[in-house]
């Protein structure tokens, strides 16, 4: 398979707090798949945000692990880094020219994340796509009718439309926005830029070849500059950086394995040291013991003395009750004003009213108090005396460990005087080797800035040839819409033919939206959502595989979210999951389909193998039946279990805990 012409993602790198987090990607089928929410659907949301997304929505165990997050991957041959700030979506981007290993040797270019946020001087991460793909740049009439009509540069996520399906999408009426005539207008240009048929194609296409060779004319004299600067201040060549961090790293090597083996030295074979430690360590162990029981007597000190003021508070209180029943118990033959009324009252009738407990039950009462405020006091003392003897101890074992630690000290000291002068000049060498491998390192990043402004002069060559040789072609063949329309419905009614769903009749694409057909009936008055899912995924699965017949501006990347989408996956499925959906009337909610529309897409990537051509389909679902698991093992590429059976990653962030 030819891997230099097209668009390959290679590696998504989520960059952690703890660890960082990979999924990998190959060419053909890669297939995601496993419980809800354990982050399949993100996988191609980061793609998507990555490649230039306007935002992005993410989960909380993505938002608390993350810091940013890398998409490696490879354009035409040639290796790229982008990395996006996954929590500020308005930052600029950075792109290293380079593979994910080779990021800390080379300078980021900077790109603006949005169209509208770039001028002359600062492309976006659009134009940067656009143009390493080779594709044309042009703007986009909002009104193609219209000669005065307002015009609009066409971005990279124009073209992504055409290339992901999200889980809400698959099988909707709103699909590429459909319902919002701005938006179907400019679908229909970007379909028609897809495949060389725009009204000012030919115009567009030598516009940009024009730019295009100004801006090549530009870098070869950016490169010249930085080069005769280089040459002049006898900077070193990237070889000689090269071998020139390759000795330093191997002096560290050396000096590390020095440094450690002097450590060791100066510890080994010391029998009083390795005593001395021990004794340290049981002095240790016996005064966290001592400590532990004096903490215990305070603790128990404070709670009986607590106590024991209750008690006494207690016995005060019988003993005023006492002296209460005494006077207020006693016939008292007086009268009184009522405060309220004035009436006259008698202070005997009064005293009746009051419930007094009976004499001999508060001095019985009071008596148990006592008793059990001598016991709490026994046990005061026993504590304090506890606590007495954990602090004589303690102060024994604090002497006991003083007199160790100045043991050690000095047999240290007698031991490892002889190394120290040895390892500080081996520490000092070290850090002078890690100020000398910096400087280095950033002389090699200078360098490569500067090579990489010779490779991005010779990639504009090679775009411009590519263009000179499409205007060429589009000058003596341009392909007509009708015959694109003609190529697409042949396609798309043989996709859909291998799903074999019922009444296969008028499928198609049409006229005048560009949309599926289906039975003479245009895509979104389709009333079946699985006849839907079905059409939307072979609709781009048809533009995709148009790159196979002629030269197509879009890339050979195919993402689709929820593949099962209101189709039947097993036979519980098809009998009781689609009522008052048309799907099992319309033959859809079947198994077998499920299991059709993988072999489909397979077929599709396995035609462009055997092509030699570059084709990349993802797909994401839910658990999927085990035989179509069984037959696709090979395409797997992530599978996650909330709860880690078989030994399989909780999901994307395999370490988080809620």
Same mark, same amino acid.
């Given at each position: 398979? $030819?891997?230099?012409?097209?668009?390959?993602?290679?590696?998504?790198?989520?960059? %952690?707090?703890?660890?960082?987090?990979?999924?990998?990607?190959?060419? %053909?089928?890669?297939?995601?798949?496993?419980?809800?929410?354990?982050?399949?659907?993100?996988?191609?949301?980061?793609?998507?945000?990555?490649?230039?997304?306007?935002?992005?929505?993410?989960?909380?165990?993505?938002?608390?692990?993350?810091?940013?997050?890398?998409?490696?991957?490879?354009?035409?041959?040639?290796?790229?880094?982008?990395?996006?700030?996954?929590?500020?979506?308005?930052?600029?981007?950075?792109?290293?020219?380079?593979?994910?290993?080779?990021?800390?040797?080379?300078?980021?270019?900077?790109?603006?994340?949005?169209?509208?946020?770039?001028?002359?001087?600062?492309?976006?991460?659009?134009?940067?796509?656009?143009?390493?793909?080779?594709?044309?740049?042009?703007?986009?009439?909002?009104?193609?009718?219209?000669?005065?009509?307002?015009?609009?540069?066409?971005?990279?996520?124009?073209?992504?439309?055409?290339?992901?399906?999200?889980?809400?999408?698959?099988?909707?009426?709103?699909?590429?926005?459909?319902?919002?005539?701005?938006?179907?207008?400019?679908?229909?240009?970007?379909?028609?830029?897809?495949?060389?048929?725009?009204?000012?194609?030919?115009?567009?296409?030598?516009?940009?070849?024009?730019?295009?060779?100004?801006?090549?004319?530009?870098?070869?004299?950016?490169?010249?500059?930085?080069?005769?600067?280089?040459?002049?201040?006898?900077?070193?060549?990237?070889?000689?950086? $090269?071998?020139?961090?390759?000795?330093?790293?191997?002096?560290?090597?050396?000096?590390?394995?020095?440094?450690?083996?002097?450590?060791?030295?100066?510890?080994?074979?010391?029998?009083?040291?390795?005593?001395?430690?021990?004794?340290?360590?049981?002095?240790?162990?016996?005064?966290?013991?001592?400590?532990?029981?004096?903490?215990?007597?305070?603790?128990?000190?404070?709670?009986?003395?607590?106590?024991?003021?209750?008690?006494?508070?207690?016995?005060?209180?019988?003993?005023?009750?006492?002296?209460?029943?005494?006077?207020?118990?006693?016939?008292?033959?007086?009268?009184?004003?009522?405060?309220?009324?004035?009436?006259?009252?008698?202070?005997?009738?009064?005293?009746?009213?009051?419930?007094?407990?009976?004499?001999?039950?508060?001095?019985?009462?009071?008596?148990?108090?006592?008793?059990?405020?001598?016991?709490?006091?026994?046990?005061?003392?026993?504590?304090?005396?506890?606590?007495?003897?954990?602090?004589?101890?303690?102060?024994?074992?604090?002497?006991?460990?003083?007199?160790?630690?100045?043991?050690?000290?000095?047999?240290?000291?007698?031991? !490892?005087?002889?190394?120290?002068?040895?390892?500080?000049?081996? !520490?000092?060498?070290?850090?002078?080797?890690?100020?000398?491998?910096?400087?280095?390192?950033?002389?090699?990043?200078?360098?490569?800035?500067?090579?990489?402004?010779?490779?991005?002069?010779?990639?504009?060559?090679?775009?411009?040839?590519?263009?000179?040789?499409?205007?060429?072609?589009?000058?003596?063949?341009?392909?007509?819409?009708?015959?694109?329309?003609?190529?697409?419905?042949?396609?798309?009614?043989?996709?859909?033919?291998? !799903?074999?769903?019922?009444?296969?009749?008028?499928?198609?694409?049409?006229?005048?939206?560009?949309?599926?057909?289906?039975?003479?009936?245009?895509?979104?008055?389709?009333?079946?959502?699985?006849?839907?899912?079905?059409?939307?995924?072979?609709?781009?699965?048809?533009?995709?595989?148009?790159?196979?017949?002629?030269?197509?501006?879009?890339?050979?990347?195919?993402?689709?979210?929820?593949?099962?989408?209101?189709?039947?996956?097993?036979?519980?499925?098809?009998?009781?999951?689609?009522?008052?959906?048309?799907?099992?009337?319309?033959?859809?909610?079947?198994?077998?389909?499920?299991?059709?529309?993988?072999?489909?897409?397979?077929?599709?990537?396995?035609?462009?193998?055997?092509?030699?051509?570059?084709?990349?389909?993802?797909?994401?679902?839910?658990?999927?039946?085990?035989?179509?698991?069984?037959?696709?093992?090979?395409?797997?590429?992530?599978?996650?279990?909330?709860?880690?059976?078989?030994?399989?990653?909780?999901?994307?962030?395999?370490?988080?805990?809620?």
């Amino acid at each position: 398979m $030819d891997l230099s012409s097209g668009l390959l993602l290679k590696n998504l790198i989520l960059n %952690g707090h703890r660890k960082d987090y990979w999924v990998p990607f190959h060419p %053909g089928v890669n297939i995601i798949y496993g419980d809800a929410d354990t982050g399949k659907s993100s996988i191609l949301r980061l793609v998507y945000y990555l490649l230039g997304g306007k935002q992005i929505k993410l989960d909380k165990e993505i938002t608390s692990s993350v810091k940013c997050a890398v998409l490696e991957i490879s354009i035409n041959g040639n290796p790229y880094c982008i990395s996006r700030d996954i929590f500020n979506s308005g930052r600029d981007v950075d792109v290293y020219s380079c593979a994910y290993s080779d990021i800390s040797r080379s300078f980021p270019d900077k790109y603006k994340s949005s169209v509208s946020q770039s001028d002359e001087e600062n492309k976006s991460l659009s134009e940067f796509l656009i143009e390493a793909l080779g594709f044309p740049a042009v703007m986009l009439k909002q009104a193609p009718s219209k000669d005065s009509s307002d015009v609009a540069r066409l971005s990279f996520l124009d073209l992504f439309k055409f290339m992901y399906l999200d889980q809400d999408d698959v099988g909707s009426t709103k699909m590429l926005n459909i319902g919002n005539p701005v938006v179907e207008v400019k679908n229909r240009e970007v379909f028609k830029y897809i495949f060389n048929v725009l009204d000012s194609g030919i115009s567009e296409l030598e516009a940009d070849i024009a730019n295009k060779s100004k801006e090549k004319t530009d870098l070869s004299n950016q490169y010249s500059v930085i080069s005769r600067f280089l040459n002049d201040t006898d900077f070193k060549s990237l070889d000689d950086l $090269d071998r020139d961090l390759n000795n330093v790293d191997e002096a560290r090597k050396g000096l590390e394995k020095l440094l450690l083996d002097l450590n060791s030295r100066i510890t080994s074979d010391n029998q009083l040291y390795d005593s001395l430690s021990d004794a340290l360590n049981t002095i240790n162990l016996k005064i966290t013991e001592n400590e532990q029981a004096k903490n215990e007597a305070l603790r128990n000190i404070d709670r009986f003395a607590r106590l024991s003021n209750d008690y006494e508070n207690d016995i005060n209180k019988i003993d005023a009750g006492l002296s209460a029943k005494q006077v207020v118990g006693a016939e008292i033959e007086e009268t009184t004003s009522c405060p309220v009324c004035e009436t006259v009252v008698e202070i005997s009738e009064i005293s009746k009213k009051f419930d007094m407990s009976s004499e001999t039950r508060l001095k019985s009462e009071k008596t148990s108090i006592k008793r059990r405020l001598k016991d709490l006091k026994g046990l005061i003392d026993e504590n304090i005396n506890s606590l007495d003897a954990a602090n004589s101890t303690l102060d024994e074992l604090y002497a006991e460990r003083n007199k160790a630690r100045r043991m050690i000290d000095e047999e240290l000291a007698k031991s !490892v005087s002889p190394y120290l002068a040895e390892r500080d000049a081996i !520490v000092e060498e070290l850090a002078q080797l890690d100020e000398r491998r910096e400087k280095l390192v950033h002389f090699l990043r200078v360098r490569n800035k500067q090579e990489l402004v010779a490779d991005q002069a010779s990639r504009l060559e090679a775009t411009i040839i590519k263009l000179k040789k499409s205007l060429s072609e589009l000058k003596d063949n341009a392909p007509s819409l009708e015959e694109v329309l003609k190529d697409l419905s042949t396609d798309i009614d043989k996709f859909i033919r291998k !799903v074999k769903i019922n009444n296969h009749v008028g499928v198609g694409i049409d006229g005048k939206t560009f949309l599926p057909r289906v039975r003479d009936t245009e895509y979104r008055s389709i009333n079946s959502g699985g006849l839907r899912t079905v059409a939307s995924i072979g609709y781009l699965a048809t533009i995709l595989r148009q790159k196979l017949r002629k030269e197509t501006n879009i890339p050979g990347l195919l993402m689709i979210d929820t593949v099962g989408k209101f189709l039947g996956k097993t036979p519980e499925d098809s009998e009781g999951s689609f009522e008052g959906d048309s799907s099992d009337v319309e033959g859809v909610a079947d198994p077998e389909k499920y299991k059709n529309l993988f072999d489909a897409l397979i077929d599709i990537a396995e035609e462009f193998d055997a092509e030699g051509k570059l084709c990349q389909i993802i797909l994401v679902d839910n658990d999927i039946p085990p035989s179509v698991a069984y037959e696709n093992v090979g395409f797997e590429v992530a599978h996650y279990r909330s709860n880690g059976v078989n030994d399989l990653p909780v999901g994307l962030i395999d370490d988080w805990k809620n």
